[in-house]
C-alpha cells in the first residue's frame, strides 16, 4: 500500500527498476509519465544480511557500496518495487 510518505515530494526512496537496477534518491517529482529522483545512487551491492529492507529500514551498511548518479528518471510502469526509507538515510 502505498502511503502520502511514500510519495511525497522530498521522500528518500528506493526503486528497483528493470534489468537488476536498484536505484536510492530523493523524489523530486511524480506523474503518469515520470518518476525523477535526485540526488541518486545505484546501490552496486547491498551489503546487508536481511535483504532491501534492511537497507530501507536502517540505511547504508558497512559493506554497502553507492554509485552516485545524479538524476534518474523513470517510467512509473517501469518501476517493479518502491520502498520509502527510514531516517537513517538522512
Known amino acids: 500500500m502505498t502511503t502520502e510518505t511514500d510519495t511525497a515530494t522530498g521522500a528518500r526512496v528506493i ?5 537488476g537496477w536498484v536505484v536510492v534518491g530523493t523524489l523530486a517529482y511524480e506523474d503518469d509519465r515520470v518518476v525523477r529522483l535526485t540526488d541518486t545512487s545505484v546501490i552496486r551491492r547491498w551489503g546487508t544480511t536481511a535483504g532491501l529492507g534492511q537497507l530501507a529500514l536502517h540505511g547504508p551498511q558497512p559493506e554497502t557500496v553507492l554509485d552516485p548518479c545524479g538524476t534518474v528518471q523513470a517510467h512509473p510502469q517501469a518501476i517493479v518495487l518502491r520502498m520509502a ?3 537513517a538515510w538522512s
Open 15 to 19: 526503486l528497483v527498476l528493470p534489468r
Open 85 to 87: 526509507c527510514e531516517d
